[in-house]
């Protein structure tokens, strides 16, 4: 695939460079008005697009866009909507404008929190927090897994020391149970990219981030339990045409983003690229283990946008990742080591291409037809000591929503989807000296078609809404799962909003890519049964308050969620010393999760935000109550952002603590590898400064400054081929202290 990507890569920067000097001949201004419902960037129609002091304008079509004469002498166009506050934009030399309209007139209201909409919740019956570009250059933001240390809702936890992968959390639940959206596209089935794919994400190509709680939305599948993440990526429409960003850290690992747009007659184009090098290898406990994996990685995207004015608009992506990750003992050389008991190594490769559309389709007065499709390639090529584990999966989606809108108090949508995925695994255990019995091939081969039906109703002068669905998912194996959908909205008054959601998930299951940090682990993987697929309840509550008090503003959020589970699937630490028990859980668990959130806006400049959560899980095993491993009961975090001299510096600091995580149980092990029952508390603390000299950005910062790490991160690391080494406890950080520092730039125009 690699010879492919090589290949493939110098033609699509071939034709993108042939098509650069075309935009510089166009005339007119293409643009977007879109906002946020359901937790997706939604098109605007009949937006009004016109130039300030003047009568010349346009409406914006049925998607949204529109393309208006650039006017001598008239430097900002004004966007008004109905349902939406007008914003006046600075339109410059740019030759396309992507406009986000966020703040509802009358009871639509936007709930913001500090300045500006840098982290609003949307006016949508789903609880949806939405994170702007704006809030992610608050941090480095490398990738998607840290695209949230300065929010609440979404925790990136490692899954082990010596590969450093992260997996999204949410509600206190593992990320298998997050479904990631990448521009409104789900990837169901998609199972390797769930656990080795969202770290090839970068962060300089996010627009926005759109996190949902709780039960997801019919239309995206039946798998989300926790929550979803819809990633949506630069557009092509951006207000810079060329960006460039660069920034390196401490242990010498260097980052590099890069994209580039252009508008030819009614198409929108972006391609962006990404580059990363490893670093040093460093190992400051002694252990013999980096501290951290040398990283390579490489991803090209290129995105096309085509827009009809009158009934048709398209978006198609093409993206191809690379990544090597190397991890191990500091001495670990492949071309000696791989495969034999004297150096302990670890390696994983990943390569991944994809091709992913959507499109809307006006088929008359308020019917609109769309539709979403992925097909994709993921290969992995690992080994983790003297285990080796190579898989190949090909994934395939496709649905198609009717959206009626008969009139503007009811929306009902119709849809069919089909889901397919191909999983081939083969694990060999090679030398095998602790007699490890999972060795062999493995094929999962997946086809779901579904059904689902939705309809939004907007009741009592809209201060009510209400959305009520259901999808039906059939199975080969395991027959047909209905999946219904609650959520409603309340708006008390113009400052006081309530929500409340209710939903089930049905996800299956593949041990090997949700479980692949264990082939890292002395013990054994036993699955005594085949696993049944997993079933959930989610319901949930969310207050939201808004104040202003004098030179004092801000929003106050409560969240309350509980998860229930039938038939979890869940790994026994404790059942076996010598292994790892994967199993369905035949009793029902439970997951609490409660988040209180502050925030406020001083004068000054000056703006605060701080949130608690409080999660209580309890898995029953054999009657007896149990608390799932590695995860904290308390969490904190802290943010206080300031902008100075008319925001050309910000400096933000965030602090987050974390308290005590149950530990497996070690008692039967030797004394020197046994561990407490609950983990150390400990805090994280964050600073970033960014300093805007117009065209560029300067920024730097350093991450975990107080150097706390994880003591002994790896037991029995001195003997990594006998008993009780184990890497996969991972409960806190292992890097220590971090700083970087970087650049950007930004050109609104050739």
Request: aromatic share 10%; net charge negative.
């Amino acid at each position: 695939m690699k010879n492919s990507l090589r290949r493939i890569a110098p033609l699509l920067l071939c034709l993108f460079s042939l098509a650069l000097p075309y935009s510089i001949l166009a005339q007119t201004i293409h643009g977007s008005v879109s906002a946020v419902e359901e937790g997706q960037s939604v098109a605007l129609p009949k937006a009004h697009v016109f130039w300030l002091g003047t009568k010349d304008g346009v409406l914006t079509d049925d998607h949204g866009h529109f393309h208006i004469e650039r006017k001598r002498d008239a430097t900002h166009l004004v966007v008004s909507h109905v349902s939406w506050e007008t914003d006046t934009i600075l339109v410059g030399d740019r030759l396309s404008i992507d406009v986000l309209l966020s703040v509802p007139r009358t009871t639509e209201t936007v709930e913001v929190t500090a300045t500006a909409p840098d982290t609003y919740v949307a006016p949508i019956p789903q609880r949806t927090e939405v994170i702007t570009a704006q809030e992610l250059e608050k941090a480095a933001c490398c990738d998607l897994a840290g695209c949230f240390g300065t929010t609440s809702s979404v925790q990136p936890d490692a899954t082990d020391v010596i590969t450093d992968t992260r997996q999204l959390t949410m509600l206190g639940l593992g990320g298998v149970y997050t479904q990631v959206l990448v521009d409104n596209v789900p990837l169901p089935g998609d199972r390797l990219t769930r656990q080795f794919g969202i770290q090839s994400i970068p962060g300089p190509w996010v627009n926005r981030i759109m996190v949902s709680k709780g039960a997801g939305g019919v239309g995206q599948g039946s798998s989300a339990v926790s929550g979803l993440i819809n990633v949506l990526l630069l557009e092509g429409m951006e207000e810079n045409r060329v960006f460039f960003n660069a920034f390196g850290m401490s242990h010498l690992e260097q980052q590099y983003n890069a994209y580039v747009t252009t508008s030819v007659e009614k198409w929108n184009t972006i391609l962006m690229l990404h580059g990363t090098r490893h670093g040093k290898r460093m190992d400051r406990d002694g252990d013999s283990f980096m501290d951290a994996p040398n990283v390579d990685r490489y991803s090209l995207l290129n995105k096309w946008t085509y827009t009809n004015e009158e009934d048709f608009t398209t978006n198609t992506g093409i993206r191809f990742a690379w990544e090597d990750r190397l991890g191990g003992q500091m001495d670990f050389n492949e071309s000696l080591h791989r495969g034999g008991t004297d150096v302990y190594g670890q390696r994983m490769r990943n390569n991944r291409a994809e091709i992913y559309n959507r499109s809307d389709i006006g088929l008359g007065e308020g019917l609109t037809l769309r539709t979403h499709a992925i097909a994709s390639l993921h290969e992995l090529d690992a080994f983790y000591g003297t285990t080796s584990y190579d898989a190949t999966q090909y994934a395939g989606f496709a649905d198609a929503w009717l959206v009626m809108e008969p009139d503007e108090t009811h929306t009902l949508t119709l849809g069919a989807s089909w889901s397919w995925s191909e999983l081939q695994e083969n694990v060999d255990t090679g030398l095998n000296p602790l007699g490890k019995s999972y060795a062999g091939s493995y094929n999962l081969l997946e086809s779901v078609p579904g059904v689902f039906i939705e309809s939004k109703l907007l009741l009592y002068d809209k201060v009510l809404s209400l959305v009520t669905g259901v999808r039906a998912d059939h199975y080969r194996e395991y027959g047909i799962a209905m999946t219904p959908r609650l959520f409603l909205r309340y708006n008390m008054d113009e400052v006081t909003t309530l929500r409340l959601s209710a939903g089930t998930a049905f996800r299956t299951a593949s041990v090997f890519s949700e479980y692949a940090p264990l082939f890292a682990s002395w013990r054994d993987i036993v699955v005594p049964t085949a696993l049944q697929p997993e079933r959930a309840i989610s319901y949930g509550f969310n207050a939201v308050r808004q104040y202003d008090a004098g030179g004092l503003s801000g929003m106050l959020t409560l969240d309350i969620f509980r998860t229930e589970f039938q038939n979890q699937i869940v790994a026994d630490f404790d059942q076996r010393s010598d292994a790892v028990i994967i199993a369905n859980l035949g009793e029902r668990t439970t997951s609490d999760h409660l988040m209180f959130e502050a925030t406020a806006q001083l004068p000054f400049g000056l703006g605060l935000r701080g949130s608690y959560m409080l999660t209580e899980a309890v898995e029953i095993h054999g009657g007896v109550r149990k608390l799932p491993p590695f995860i904290s009961r308390h969490r904190a975090l802290a943010v206080m952002t300031m902008d100075m001299f008319r925001e050309r510096l910000t400096a933000t600091l965030s602090a987050e603590w974390r308290s005590g995580q149950s530990l497996p149980n070690s008692a039967l092990w030797p004394a020197e590898f046994r561990l407490p029952a609950i983990s150390p508390a400990f805090t994280l603390l964050n600073a970033h400064l960014n300093a805007n000299l117009g065209r560029i950005d300067v920024y730097v910062g350093v991450e975990n400054l107080l150097d706390f790490r994880q003591s002994g991160p790896i037991l029995n690391a001195r003997r990594p081929f006998e008993a009780h080494f184990e890497p996969t406890f991972a409960w806190g950080p292992v890097k220590g202290r971090e700083a970087y520092a970087g650049t950007r730039l930004r050109i609104g125009d050739y």
